[in-house]
Nanobody, 113 residues
Framework: QAQLVESGGGLVQAGGSLRLSCVVS????????IRWYRQSPEKQRELVAT?????FTDYAESVKGRFTISRENGVVYLQMNSLNADDTGLYIC?????????YGQGTHVTVYS
């Protein structure tokens, strides 16, 4: 069983940056894939960024060139630059161990202009 705890969200002015972190702990042998999702009352859960062990990364069209997903040891990161109001939402971290997916509770991001 793994536990994921996100942090780094908050209130930021449009054009600003935030770095989200997701600490992974517990019994997890290996991480095959990492992802960040975004959810808001107006939209369904959206896949924002993904990275697998081969180094392959992919991003939602709306964040390409602005967001970067990475992982260092047991922490998953999402660097977010040039934020705009559409980036507002609850950001949820996901890791896959084998065929099992684990999710955190999320961290809120609010972008104001």
């Amino acid at each position: 069983q793994a536990q994921l705890v996100e942090s780094g969200g908050g209130l930021v002015q449009a054009g600003g940056s935030l770095r989200l972190s997701c600490v992974v702990s517990g019994k997890i042998l290996s991480i095959n894939r990492i992802r960040w999702y975004r959810q808001s009352p107006e939209k369904q859960r959206e896949l924002v960024a993904t990275r697998d062990n081969s180094g392959f990364t992919d991003y939602a069209e709306s964040v390409k060139g602005r967001f970067t997903i990475s992982r260092e040891n047991g922490v998953v990161y999402l660097q977010m630059n040039s934020l705009n109001a559409d980036d507002t939402g609850l950001y949820i971290c996901n890791v896959r161990n084998g065929w099992t997916d684990y999710y955190g509770q999320g961290t809120h991001v609010t972008v104001y202009s």
